[in-house]
């Protein structure tokens, strides 16, 4: 939220949470219907699995039931953006060295949702970047709700050939699950490295102000970019 500050210092940007923390989205939406009478949702999520789909217009919806005063509009979530491929790659540079090494192999690891096409859509990434960069291999893995997990997709590019692993997070923020991620690479393959979560890259910020903008109807003057 800080890199999204720097970006627009005009907007009144506003951290909140659907569950685990707080403060939560209603009750931040609840303390804007008091100075302002429109406002706009941009979800912190890299698919358009559960959350997206029935979480956040349902949080969204029962805010506009409580406060029919504020205008409330929810933007596309940030994923789908070809920028955060580009911030996870810098992540995975920052540990893994130079990337062009056939030598190297790759596990793209996030979450995992019931929602099939968002899970297809993390394997649609590493299989653009092992073509785009000659890699021993590289595959998806995830923490929850499907297979492999990263433990599972180490060892299997360990046995195809890769001489070292890195994992690539394909996540927003720190937290237990990449954390469980983490240690369950390392006792896949000692050796193995893990790139940091995508956190407040400048390309991450940009997405936000971007997703703000459309869905504010507001054209910026050009393209926010990392």
Known sequence: MDAVRRRRPDLDVRLSFLDLSAPRLPDVLAAVDAGYDRAVVVPLLLGHAFHARVDVPGAVAEAARRHPRLAITTSAVLGGDTRLEDAALDRLAAVAG??????????????GSSHAPANA???RIAQRWAAR?????????????TTPTVADAVTALRAGGARRVAVAPWILAPGLLPDRMARDALAADPAAVVAAPLADHPAVAAVVVDRWAAASGVVPAGRLVG
């Open 98 to 111: 130079p990337l062009d090494d056939p030598d190297l192999g790759v596990v793209v690891a996030a979450i």
């Open 133 to 145: 960069f000659g890699w021993a291999g590289a595959g998806a893995a995830f923490a929850t709700a």
């Open 121 to 123: 859509a993390v394997h």
